[in-house]
């Protein structure tokens, strides 16, 4: 029943019926503050999340919020997320002094939620673009708060993934069709 492999058992988890069923075992044993914090979809799945559309069907700002760096602290605000179901791109560019695992701490639940369940269906997140407190292009980003994140993943399609992000409780996700030095990816973000 915790291995979400279909859509019923998600329907089934959104409407908020939970039993007391063994974890799965390819997963470190979920206490079930874990299974209640980590694993549940917040939402269910949209029956598709086409190539340059996004959710809600409203801005970015009036869903998770302009970026204030007049009251931001990253001292305060930022956690660093590790997680080995996941792939990073900082781990994996030397030349990258930034770094994939800081966010903002909003974006724990959804994101650890969204690399939980890509897992269970086979595939692996990859985390392309957290907190980036120098975006010079988009001085309005809120990359810049590290309240979003740039996602991609092996063995899945992006709108399966863009459908996860949906389902794991960010604020607003975007199925962005990309530019020139930056391919179709996710961007997913959170209210602080
Ligand atoms: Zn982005």
């Given at each position: 029943m915790l291995i979400l492999g279909c859509t019923s058992a998600v329907v089934v988890f959104a409407v908020?019926?939970?039993?007391?069923?063994?974890?799965p075992a390819r997963h470190e044993p979920l206490t079930m503050a874990d299974m209640t914090e980590v694993v549940m979809p917040l939402r269910q799945a949209p029956a598709t999340f086409p190539r340059g559309t996004y959710r809600p069907n409203?801005?970015?700002?009036?869903?998770?919020?302009?970026?204030?760096?007049?009251?931001f602290s990253p001292g305060r605000d930022l956690i660093y997320i590790e997680d080995d179901r996941a792939w990073w791109e900082?781990?994996?560019?030397?030349?990258?002094?930034?770094?994939?695992?800081?966010?903002?701490?909003?974006?724990?639940?959804p994101l650890e939620r969204t690399i939980q369940l890509v897992a269970?269906?086979?595939?692996?997140?990859?985390?392309?673009d957290a907190y980036r407190p120098n975006l010079v292009h988009n001085p309005k980003s809120l990359h810049k708060e590290g309240r979003a994140v740039d996602l991609t993943a092996v063995d899945m399609d992006l709108e399966s993934v863009a459908k996860i992000c949906w389902?794991?409780?960010?604020?607003?996700v975007y199925h962005e069709k990309g530019k020139r030095n930056n391919g179709p990816h996710i961007h997913a973000s959170v209210a602080r």
């Amino acid at each position: 029943m915790l291995i979400l492999g279909c859509t019923s058992a998600v329907v089934v988890f959104a409407v908020g019926i939970r039993k007391r069923t063994p974890p799965p075992a390819r997963h470190e044993p979920l206490t079930m503050a874990d299974m209640t914090e980590v694993v549940m979809p917040l939402r269910q799945a949209p029956a598709t999340f086409p190539r340059g559309t996004y959710r809600p069907n409203q801005r970015e700002t009036t869903v998770s919020g302009a970026i204030d760096l007049g009251t931001f602290s990253p001292g305060r605000d930022l956690i660093y997320i590790e997680d080995d179901r996941a792939w990073w791109e900082s781990d994996n560019d030397s030349g990258d002094i930034e770094c994939d695992h800081t966010v903002h701490r909003s974006m724990r639940q959804p994101l650890e939620r969204t690399i939980q369940l890509v897992a269970e269906r086979g595939g692996t997140l990859k985390i392309q673009d957290a907190y980036r407190p120098n975006l010079v292009h988009n001085p309005k980003s809120l990359h810049k708060e590290g309240r979003a994140v740039d996602l991609t993943a092996v063995d899945m399609d992006l709108e399966s993934v863009a459908k996860i992000c949906w389902q794991a409780g960010f604020d607003w996700v975007y199925h962005e069709k990309g530019k020139r030095n930056n391919g179709p990816h996710i961007h997913a973000s959170v209210a602080r």
